[in-house]
């Protein structure tokens, strides 16, 4: 089904009035990136619970040197995320976009 110039219009006007921030999920990744907030803010709750769960298992497990472990690899995460924002916001646009064009609720 192709879909006219005024809905593919409507579609882009939603998308841009309902998407996520960019500068949300960073102020998210900065001050709550260790507990996964911005990849719980951007969709991506399986990834979320993990790195929380690591880093909770981290935080308890410290007092006996292998917290540093799970905490090593959520800081790591944590900065490779960094990199990977802008394009977690572009494929949520995405798939809203997807959707929206799909069940042609605009």
Known sequence: MSLSTEEKMLIEQRVSNDAKSPVIAYVLWFF???LGG???YLGRVGSAVIMLALFV???LTLGLFIGVVPLGIVGIWILV???LIPGMVQ???????????QNGAV
């Open 32 to 34: 709550l990136g260790g």
């Open 38 to 40: 911005h990849r719980f």
């Open 57 to 59: 298992v981290g935080i």
């Open 81 to 83: 995320d960094a990199f």
């Open 91 to 101: 494929s949520s646009k995405d798939e809203m976009r997807r959707q929206l064009a």
